[in-house]
């Protein structure tokens, strides 16, 4: 084996390139910059015009499911209308009161409000009465009639009505 013949490598070639390519690069930079900031400005007029709609509380938000639920009795549709009764209640607590309401089952809700302080022993009953009734309809298939339906609805509107918080200046006024 001859060494000989050996070469060394060639040092690279440097190719210029034409000083369009450079421009056209540039200019394609220059594009996709500008559409960036025309889209970021573009989000923040959107948002800049939305206008701002308040979250509802908790007792306007279950009072109006409360009177879908009531157009649910009277168009005839039970379980649906203890569905709707149920759910409103249960997310009336979890937002009033801070209780896991809507994802536990009944057992569980009821274990928790008898150690929950937030709510008086007539109201806890009152609940416990309401979801046991409406267990029955929703998982026992039992159809009640339109005088439980109207006492159940009643039973959850008065649980709302008399849990709201009372403001201070009402409760000055009062004294």
Known sequence: ???NDIRDIKPD????LPWWVWAAAAAVLLIVVAAGVWLVQRKRRQDAQRVFVPRKNAVEEARERLEA????MLAGEVEAFYVEVSDAVRHYIERQFRLRAPEQTTEEFLQDMARAQRLRPSHKELLAEFLTQCDLVKFARF???PAAMENALGA???FVDETVPQEPAREAEAA
Request: no cysteine; charged share 25%; glycine share 6%.
């Open 143 to 145: 159809r009640p009639g």
């Open 13 to 16: 070639v440097a190719i210029p």
């Open 69 to 72: 639920a009531r157009r649910l």
């Open 156 to 158: 959850a509107t008065r």
């Open 1 to 3: 084996m001859n060494t």
